[in-house]
């Protein structure tokens, strides 16, 4: 049973940072894409960012140059650095995981960005 576990949650003023972690119960390794997913209250969740196993990167247009994905292998991690952060970024952060024909996430993570 493969678990992804997102951490690093919680409130923060508009221009301030975060890092969001996802535990995953198995080898990075094993999974062909990581990433990270966010849904805001009355909105459809969006793709947030992706690392790919060979280490490309994906971003949406709305994080590019404030977000940067990354991985620990080692710990079988996944962050999320988030910076200058927005009211806009409020939402609650999924980590996922994919492998070919599979598709696993994690419980979520609030963010609020909030003065």
């Known amino acids: 049973q493969v678990q992804l576990v997102e951490s690093g949650g919680g409130l923060v003023q508009p221009g301030g940072s975060l890092r969001l972690s996802c535990a995953a119960s198995?080898?990075?390794?094993?999974?062909?894409?990581m990433g990270w997913y966010r849904q805001a209250p009355g909105k459809q969740r969006e793709l947030v960012a992706t690392l790919s196993s060979g280490g490309n990167t994906n971003y949406a247009d709305s994080v590019k140059g404030r977000f940067t994905v990354s991985r620990d292998n080692a710990k079988n991690t996944v962050y999320l650095q988030m910076n200058s952060l927005k009211f806009e970024d409020t939402a609650v952060y999924y980590c996922h995981g994919e492998r070919p024909g599979l598709d696993y996430w994690g419980q979520g993570t609030q963010v609020t960005v909030s003065s």
């Open positions: 198995q080898s990075l390794f094993r999974f062909y894409v």
